[in-house]
């Protein structure tokens, strides 16, 4: 049985939809945008790539300004009216940049953070659930999102085993700057 291990060559980072409108309805709001924004942190100092999804920003908003201070100029935001963020257009990116292994934080967890996961999976991509990272509304929802997730083969996991699994070796040259970043996250 192979057992899928992280490495920076094959993962991108995708947040879903941590757009200004849903700061007031998303249970653990706060935490869900430290630990997000600390991923995305993380993935600038291992370069990788981070792709942006906006559900119908035009009425929900942009992106939180806690995450977009740290996105690389370069970094590709994408509006989206289905509820799965691997639209044609991230599906290109994912073509484009190779990378198969997809870290996931966003929302919602039952909604298009599940349909996301489905469809990678089911388009050759290995989803990691980045769990401290993902919520709802209805908190209640999560952990079945959660097992549906795992049933269609996607990987539980939290922002530090990611990062350290990411690191292999307190050698690595970022292991620093990652450490700073684990100090901050959310739990």
Sequence with gaps: MTIPRLRTADCAL?????????????????????????????ANALDIPVIVTEQSP???GNTTAEITQHLAKNT?????TRFSA?????????RTLNRSQILICGIEAQVCVLQTVLDLAANGRQPFLITDAISATD?????????????ANAISTGTLSAMYE???????PKFKACLDLAKRIQY
């Design 139 to 151: 908190a209640s929802q999560i952990p079945a999102a959660l097992r549906r997730m795992e049933h």
């Design 166 to 172: 990411l690191l292999q070796d307190a050698t690595h």
């Design 14 to 42: 995708l947040v879903i939809d941590i757009q200004t409108k849903f700061a007031k309805h998303i249970s653990k709001w706060d935490f869900l945008v430290a630990n997000s924004a600390i991923l995305v942190q993380m």
């Design 86 to 94: 691997f639209t044609n257009d991230v599906a290109a990116q994912l």
């Design 76 to 80: 590709p935001v994408y509006t989206k």
């Design 58 to 60: 035009q009425s929900l």
